[in-house]
T-cell receptor, first 114, second 110 residues
Framework: NAGVTQTPKFRVLKTGQSMTLLCAQD?????MYWYRQDPGMGLRLIHY???????AKGEVPDGYNVSRLKKQNFLLGLESAAPSQTSVYFC?????????????FGEGSRLTVL | SQQGEEDPQALSIQEGENATMNCSYK?????LQWYRQNSGRGLVHLIL?????REKHSGRLRVTLDTSKKSSSLLITASRAADTASYFC??????????FGPGTRLSVLP
């Protein structure tokens, strides 16, 4: 099993450019999450989804959009990248959410905005 | 705002010693989980302890939970160089989300 796969793994953008990060999971999980990780800050939740066709805002949603058109995929979009969005982005999935589930993480996508 | 806060921020020990990391949180939880992150990699789930449990073991890992103090500890016994990583606690409330602390960086010296 591949588990959770993120693409691309590395990307460099110029300020104002747009891009989409793709997350795919093959575990038939209902819940999917996008986090960003910055030094000394731990992981902060950007957006999450509790099922196909649903999305919700997390702790730091500004500047990002998401879509969950298919159960196995969760896309994170940056419409107009800013240097403050330089970070490592992690996608995660869970079978049952916070009440009983554990998170399965991808390997991360390192984004640099110049 | 972050729910969990790990302590210490960094810990350096010799191989064979025990490593203890602590996590404090602020609100009621359903469960608390510990994750490990090797450098440049994603997080890996280690252990989950529910709010009605006080202690749990998994191999060389021992986790305790004190809901009255809103704190948890992770003990790694007989540490190895391969245990070098960052360790995060994550709290799950009665909703869908997990909230992570800033982590403890553990270095195990051979």
């Amino acid at each position: 099993n591949a588990g959770v796969t993120q693409t691309p793994k590395f990307r460099v953008l110029k300020t104002g450019q747009s891009m989409t990060l793709l997350c795919a999971q093959d575990m038939n999980h209902e819940y999917m999450y996008w986090y960003r990780q910055d030094p000394g800050m731990g992981l902060r939740l950007i957006h999450y989804s509790v099922g196909e066709g649903t999305t919700a805002k997390g702790e730091v949603p500004d500047g990002y959009n998401v879509s969950r058109l298919k159960k196995q995929n969760f896309l994170l979009g940056l419409e107009s990248a800013a240097p403050s969005q330089t970070s490592v982005y992690f996608c995660a999935s869970s079978l049952a959410g916070g009440e009983t589930g554990e998170l399965f993480f991808g390997e991360g996508s390192r984004l640099t905005v110049l | 705002s972050q729910q969990g806060e790990e302590d210490p921020q960094a810990l350096s020990i010799q191989e064979g010693e025990n490593a203890t990391m602590n996590c404090s949180y602020k609100t009621s939880i359903n469960n608390l989980q510990w994750y490990r992150q090797n450098s440049g990699r994603g997080l890996v789930h280690l252990i989950l302890i529910r709010s009605n449990e006080r202690e749990k073991h998994s191999g060389r890992l021992r986790v305790t939970l004190d809901t009255s103090k809103k704190s948890s500890s992770l003990l790694i016994t007989a540490s190895r160089a391969a245990d070098t990583a960052s360790y995060f606690c994550a709290t799950a409330n009665y909703g869908q989300n997990f909230v992570f602390g800033p982590g403890t960086r553990l270095s195990v010296l051979p």
